[in-house]
């Protein structure tokens, strides 16, 4: 399994990985309460300009990562051109391609012990109702950890089909992309029973 995490390492790998997480939350709030056209374009050339400054091979990563917005993109865009809401759509689409990226930033630039060291902060006074917060954790180590690799084989099963045809696969090959990531599931499923599983459980020793 690959992470999201960048192929070089930058100044940000050394911040604190909490802080970047407040302030993700914070500017993203901040974008969905501005509606400035102008603003939102400055914004998103920030925001490219931060994804430029450690080189092109983590720019080229990073861009990487943002393709698969574009169905996204596609929609809201065609919408708003057809409901002639140019501008609202445009501020829109810079909204969601400069929260997304910067999520997409955090996450590159943040290992994945930090981030769930943090959720274990945030998550350690559920400890007090009896909530087992390790399943918290190994659930969003899991997610982030997968999301590459079952984009990577949704991408080799595509190339698989054009490969042997001409048609477009369109939902046909939506049955074997949900046996891969079954199986996929198995198999982890599988790795957690080997190392103990979710629970904790303590031994105790008898007296002779």
Partial sequence: MISLTSPIETGAHHYNAGLKLLLLC???LVLFFIDNLIFHSLFL???VTLYALPGMLF???GFKHLTVLWPFILIVAVWHLWTNEIQLGAVILMRLISAVALANLVTMTTRLSDM????????SPLQRFGINTK?????IALVIRMTPVLISKGQSLSWAWRARTNRRFGWKIILPFTVLALDDADHVAEALRA??????TTTTTEKP
């Fill in 116 to 123: 769930i060291d943090v959720v274990r902060f945030l998550a």
């Fill in 45 to 47: 050339v920030f925001v």
């Fill in 135 to 139: 399943a918290l954790e190994i659930s």
């Fill in 59 to 61: 720019f080229k990563s």
């Fill in 195 to 200: 190392r103990g599983g979710l629970t904790t």
């Fill in 26 to 28: 914070l500017i993203t």
